[in-house]
């Protein structure tokens, strides 16, 4: 088996975050990492195709097949501990984990959000809502965040941001397309790939354990 920090990475939608990270693996950008697993909460999400085109093992698990918050949460734990995932990554997951699941995995859990927080994010930000809102108030500049995910919407240590220009004309959709090409597919894998070489570093340090204090 591989040294490499087990990665799985939760998606709802189209998968285009997932897709650099593939991409950003096969390209050898993340080279401490690799995708072990791709859970997805959406029947009809084009994300768990990108999965299993990349030959990665795809599962769909939702709320309504598992009785709601918790036993989702169970399920994708226990998938997790068959896979021994090490790092979970939510690439357009949308979906508010519970405080005890961002415990148990505490700095262990990263999300890619599509504002410079903490403008436009929290409840309700998703999809493209922090592009209207940022639209709205007339910023000039919007852009995407890395973070550590906590028991706070968007709320938990900011890892990496990248700033991306509002431009005269621009409607939410353009907004969204020019945030994802040139903040969010740059920042995530970059971000995932430096967790990665910290967990490794940290592991070989600790002789085969790493620590969730010491990424803090
Ligand atoms: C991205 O804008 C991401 O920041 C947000 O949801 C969108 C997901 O896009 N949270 P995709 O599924 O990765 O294509």
Redesign the pocket.
Known sequence: MSNKIRIAVL????????QALIDAERSGKIKNGEIALVICNRKSAY?IERARNAGIRGEIVTRKAYGGQEGFEARMIELFEEEGIELIVL???LNILSGDFTDRYDHRIV????SLIPAFSGEGF??LTPHIAALERGVKVTG?TVHFVNGVADGGEIIAQKAVDVLPGDTPEML?RR??EEA?WVILPAAVSMLCDRMTEERDRNNGCVQSTELQ
């Open positions: 998606v709802s939608g189209g998968g285009t975050n997932l994300a690439a357009g997951f999300n890619i959000h599509p998703y999809g995407a969204q945030v994802m969010e």
